[in-house]
């Protein structure tokens, strides 16, 4: 999968990529022997990839988990899954294409499946509201989990939103009540619950379907409380100091590895997900595999407490004195 349209900071990897293109062309159209160039070529191009994703800055992962081309829950469903049949709607206002969900079977095995979805095009945007759900999208995700609890099956939830839907008549329908019964019940669930950070992980619109036993995260993926420039524009009252936000939000997959947020991070390809989409859904689903396998093992009132522990223990504080 090519991965235009391009970073500033991936132009040259590009431009390799495009050269490669061309010389596969011409030695196809010529019938000549190019295995030499393009061996230079792709070490060439492997080296490059390599150096810059393990140097990005904070805010550079920001853009890359943002990536156009980066693959999204449809994505993932159709390579690493099979066997995927979606249900719709929330069984009381209407049916919010921002979340998807449905059965499929991971390694033959059945699994719930809930993902956040966004779009290729302005088109699919609008329909998708550009992966930010209305409280009637987390109330078809907690349908769903509920479903998977009764028929005893395991959940997978793919986050991938800058944030639940702001919008006036997201709040009057119950857009904080949605997102707060969604973290109880995910804590109550007695079957193992996975999530995985596959993009951008914003605010309460993420934690929305993150309340699990483990969560994974893609390599280059970002989970933070509120995005760098909406930091900047609190902090610095201009997005401009969003570099300065991004380092402070340690957002990157990373970062919460060592902050003990997360619990394991998913390889991606030496380009970022967005440059081999099947390589990124093997390895997502190699992961996924070993840790249901492990959840499996425990029983469920076990797999609870360890869940709650897990949210108990996240975050560092200390009481005040009473002076």
Known sequence: MASKPHLEFERDMVELQDEIERLLALAEKKGIDVSGELGELRTKLARIQEETFRNLSPLEQVQVARHPMRPYTQDYLDRAFTDWIELHGDRSYRDDAAIVGGWARLDGAPVM???????????????????????EGYRKALRLMRMAEKFGRPVVTLIDTPGAYPGIGAE??????????????????????????IGEGGSGGALALGVSDRILMME????SVISPEGCAAILWRSAEH??????????????????????EIVPEP?????TDWEASAEALGTVLVRNLEELRSMDAQERRELRWRKFE???AWHEAGSN
């Open 113 to 135: 499946v809930i993902g956040h979805q966004k779009g290729r095009d302005m088109k699919e945007n609008l329909h998708r509201n550009f992966g930010m759900p209305h409280p």
């Open 172 to 197: 009057k329908r119950g857009q904080a009540e949605a997102i707060a019964m969604n973290l109880r019940e995910m804590a109550r669930l007695r079957v193992p619950v996975i999530s995985v950070v």
């Open 220 to 223: 280059h993926a970002v989970y």
């Open 242 to 263: 969003r570099d300065k936000a991004a380092e402070a939000l340690k957002l990157t997959s990373k970062d919460l590895l060592r902050l003990e947020v997360v619990d």
């Open 270 to 274: 030496a380009g970022g997900a967005h």
């Open 313 to 315: 223990a996240i975050g």
